[in-house]
């Protein structure tokens, strides 16, 4: 008995051990550039908009359009997540494709509910400080928008398949592919003359197209070979209690940004603040875009190499901290801010100055989301969610104060309050995590 414990102990060990540091490296990075890659898709939008006459109102009324869109595509984009890790079997598929379009049918109908009645004037005009002679546009724009969701969550659902089988080269793929037909579109809008607002989101909404239909393609295709009709029943609860705990995770992580602006809004300079607030968060958000899927890795991978996946993981977590390191202590980060974001003398020194204080960030997010996954595995999405609130009261708090006492700081003061935050969401995450992992010690040792 003994003899036969300690062979099927090493053979799991082998199977473990199997996986290498160079798969490790072909799941994570193509999953990592398709999420950088992903932003250029905005580049290419505002670039064709900056192009038609009086491109400030065209690219005004696009940003207020895909602002809101951003926003109810919150609860569309969690399906990548819910799928990668509920789905076992073709039926369990069909259930939260069910669930999903009980979803997208909710959303699109509030969504044309507001698009109808008065309640659109007082949210393009009041919340987001729209000019009345913009809300037609914006309107018209919107509603483009809104046929996205359906491709988003198709697209997302399908690509859970995707990366539940290792396959995440495809998301690469299917992005660089996204971005061609985009550029391709963008191209064709200039030469015949026609860039509006309503334009960006036909480009928007063709690229998600795209990507869905190959998203589609794939993921049926890996359905077929991998899946079995049914291995255990997934209920409607089951799917709930992961799902909406996740949901309303990102909504927070979505107003964050909104919050600081406010706040930021009565220091010294108010321009200079919030520009370079703004500079420098968009400039970390692009270094810790690649480090969006992290928690798939921890899906994926982790039950069969937690050592190998920790020691992975480790080195790479800290680039986006040693690139910001660089930027902001060499030449280098002068040289960037001037000549690739546009800044003038005052503003690049000032948004340097604000980007040391997001280095905390860049080093604390990628654990975050690592552990994060652990807790999607658990299924203990409701955990994430109260350190996700942790976090908000930490910003809040920490703004309020910062601005109060120290105004001269300006937009400092809004990326201290941002790597405060994740800083408390982390040792949240950590102290739920290692509550988990001794419960289930001592449950394994009952």
């Given at each position: ?264 809004a009565q220091s010294n300079e108010i321009e200079l603040s919030i520009a370079s607030f703004a500079l420098a968060y968009s400039i970390t958000i692009m270094l810790l875009s ?8 921890v899906l994926q991978l982790y039950q069969k190499n937690k050592r190998k996946v920790i020691i992975f993981f480790t080195p790479v977590s800290l680039l986006p901290a040693i ?124």
């Open positions: 008995m003994i003899k036969k414990g300690l062979k099927e102990g090493n053979q799991m060990g082998a199977r473990e051990n199997q996986f290498t540091y160079r798969e490790l490296a072909a799941f994570f990075v193509p999953l990592g550039f398709s999420a950088s890659l992903t932003s250029i898709t905005h580049v290419i939008i505002n670039g064709t908009l900056s192009r038609g006459e009086d491109a400030a109102f065209i690219i005004a009324c696009y940003a207020v359009a895909i602002s809101l869109f951003g926003i109810i595509e919150r609860p569309i984009i969690v399906f990548r997540q819910t799928c990668s890790t509920l789905v076992k079997d073709i039926t369990a598929f069909k259930k939260l494709n069910k669930f999903m379009f009980i979803v997208i049918g909710i959303i699109i109908a509030l969504s044309m509910l507001m698009s109808f009645t008065p309640l659109e004037d007082w949210v393009y005009i009041r919340l987001f400080n729209a000019h009345e002679n913009m809300v037609t546009t914006i309107s018209t724009t919107f509603k483009v928008t809104v046929l996205v969701i359906i491709f988003s969550g198709i697209r997302g659902i399908y690509q859970g398949i995707i990366i539940k089988q290792l396959a995440t080269q495809w998301l690469s793929i299917m992005v660089v592919i996204r971005l061609f037909a985009m550029f391709l579109a963008s191209y064709l809008f200039v030469l015949f003359g026609y860039v509006t607002s309503m334009t960006g989101a036909w480009i928007f909404l063709i690229g998600m197209m795209i990507e869905c239909l190959i998203s589609v393609w794939k993921g049926k295709e890996l359905l077929k070979t991998h899946y079995p009709e049914k291995r255990k029943e997934l209920k409607n609860k089951e799917i709930a209690n992961f799902y909406f705990p996740l949901v309303f995770y990102f909504v927070i992580q979505t107003i964050l940004i909104p919050v600081i602006y406010v706040f930021l690649f480090f969006m899927y992290t928690h798939q890795l690139s910001l390191i660089i930027l902001c202590y060499t030449p280098a980060g002068f040289w960037f801010m001037e000549t690739v974001m546009g800044a003038d003398e005052s503003l690049s020194l000032a948004t340097l100055a604000v980007l040391k204080f997001f280095i905390i960030k860049t080093l604390v997010f990628p654990w975050v989301d690592f552990l994060n996954g652990f807790l999607m595995l658990q299924r203990m999405t409701r955990r994430m969610l109260a350190a996700q609130i942790g976090n908000m009261l930490v910003v809040c708090v920490s703004v309020f104060l910062l601005v109060a006492l120290y105004p001269q700081l300006n937009g400092i003061n809004g990326a201290l309050a941002a790597s405060l935050g994740e800083l408390t969401g982390l040792l949240i995450v950590i102290a739920i995590v290692m509550h988990a992992v001794k419960g289930k010690r001592s449950l394994a040792s009952d």
